[in-house]
């Protein structure tokens, strides 16, 4: 996600101001002292449910969110976590966008998690080879969407390696690689 670098600020008479994005600093206009925060992107309404279920899993969250900057592009991806417990998987490292999929039309949910799914794709590709990226989605929409024969056939032609989780329980149900 992406937010303009620049916004206007227009507050008291105070006008004319740019301020950059991506740090907390503070600006000076017309004498008045103005404190600038960092915008960050909202977190799922599962966010927690599946970073829960990761750690009872044994995954170390080490980025929440994993910021990603390739050129000026600048992307979120939910959380970045790495596999210390299991020593058939000492290193791992993951990537997982988690998607709830609650808006009234799930296909057009649907494109917008591929379309960011592949952006971070390519660009942890770019920054780091070594983390294997995840798209993670509630139970009941793997279920009722996730299993129709178009959408097992994008995921099959894009690779897409999915986390199937229980919002109520708080756990990892299945990994689909």
């Keep these: 996600m992406r937010v303009s670098p620049f916004v206007r600020i227009q507050n008291l008479g105070i006008t004319g101001m740019l301020v950059r994005f991506g740090m907390v600093q503070y600006c000076y206009n017309d004498g008045y002292k103005i404190l600038?925060?960092?915008?960050?992107?909202?977190?799922?309404?599962?966010?927690y449910a599946v970073r829960k279920g990761?750690?009872?899993e044994g995954w170390l969250i080490t980025n929440d969110p994993l910021r990603i900057e390739i050129g000026d592009v600048e992307m979120y991806i939910d959380l970045g976590a790495e596999?210390?417990?299991?020593?058939e998987r000492a290193g791992e490292k993951i990537a997982v966008e988690i998607k709830s999929f609650i808006g009234a039309s799930n296909i057009s949910e649907f494109h917008t998690a591929i379309g960011q799914f592949f952006n971070?794709?390519?660009a942890?590709?770019?920054?780091?080879?070594?983390?294997?990226?995840?798209l993670a989605v509630p139970l009941g929409i793997y279920n009722a969407f996730f299993k129709?024969?178009?959408i097992k056939i994008v995921i099959q032609r894009s690779q897409l390696k999915l986390i199937i989780y229980d919002q109520i329980q708080e756990v990892i149900l299945e990994w689909k690689n």
């Design 36 to 47: 600038v925060f960092k915008l960050m992107p909202a977190k799922d309404i599962f966010h």
């Design 54 to 56: 990761l750690e009872k």
């Design 83 to 87: 596999q210390i417990l299991a020593a």
């Design 120 to 122: 971070y794709r390519i």
């Design 124 to 134: 942890l590709e770019e920054q780091e080879p070594e983390r294997v990226l995840y």
């Design 148 to 150: 129709l024969q178009f």
